[in-house]
């Protein structure tokens, strides 16, 4: 009975947390969109209803790309890359970091109901806290001024932030809390490290041989993907009719 309510209490502090952290970061897109609106004397250039399907289409494409996971050579199989950031990315430039943080929230919670969860709902929250620290601070460059330069400086931004913070919140938080959550012991976590690179012997020497290469990848392909795509599908975003 006592392991099954501290399974219960850890569950639910798992929960709260991100909870916390999604509101947090709505808060931070909301705040800087708005900000920049009013410096810019921006007005909205896509009808509610127009941007509401926007968001639902983008997410929609963007949960069955997640469908499709490639394994890496360098890293243990619960590091798989996916492309579903690339139209999320698409949708932040088009309408802003608030539609951007929408729809990576929705590509999840579709994802969940078509297949559900591996990884105890760790994976699919990191999949959404890492997908922001790209897509929240590439969309708010380029929000500020769109041009093809603001979008290259606002990627490459994305992808420095993503490959910092995705790297450490996985070695302070998001693998600690798999191992607790998920019932598998942290060796057994390394040693799925050590088996593709031998020089994998620790939780730090995991993210730096697995996570950081799979976020620079990630944040990579998703740039060299919305910069060559973007022109060509903004000007149908942008269509209020």
């Known amino acids: 009975m006592s392991s099954l309510l501290e399974t219960a209490k850890e569950n639910l502090q798992f929960l709260g947390v991100c909870l916390l952290i999604v509101i947090a970061i709505f808060l931070v897109a909301a705040f800087t969109e708005r900000w920049i609106q009013r410096k810019n004397q921006l007005s909205g250039e896509v009808s509610p ?8 289409v983008f997410s929609a494409i963007s949960a069955v790309l997640m469908l499709f996971e490639l394994p890496l050579w360098f890293a243990p199989g619960f590091y798989e890359l996916d492309f579903s950031e690339i139209p999320v990315m698409i ?3 088009s309408m802003g970091p608030v539609a951007g943080v929408t729809a990576e929230l929705c590509k ?15 994976g699919d929250f990191a999949n959404f806290v890492v997908g922001c620290t790209l897509v929240l601070p590439a969309s708010m460059v380029y929000y500020r001024k769109k041009s093809k330069k603001m979008a290259i400086i606002g990627l490459g931004l994305g992808t420095l932030i993503m490959t910092i913070f995705g790297s450490s919140f996985n070695a302070l938080y998001l693998i600690p809390k798999f191992s607790q959550l998920f019932g598998m ?14 020089h994998i012997n ?9 996570v950081v290469p799979f976020n620079i990848l990630k944040g990579l392909a998703v740039s060299l993907a919305t910069v060559l795509l973007y022109k060509h599908i903004s000007p149908i975003l942008k269509r209020n009719g």
């Open 185 to 198: 012991p942290m060796e057994a976590i390394i040693g799925m490290g050590t088996a593709v690179n031998s």
């Open 91 to 93: 949708c932040a430039f």
């Open 202 to 210: 620790s939780v730090w020497t995991l993210v730096l041989f697995a």
């Open 49 to 56: 209803a127009r941007r509401v399907a926007i968001v639902g």
């Open 108 to 122: 999840v919670l579709l994802k969940l109901v078509i297949k559900g969860t591996s990884t105890a709902f760790v």
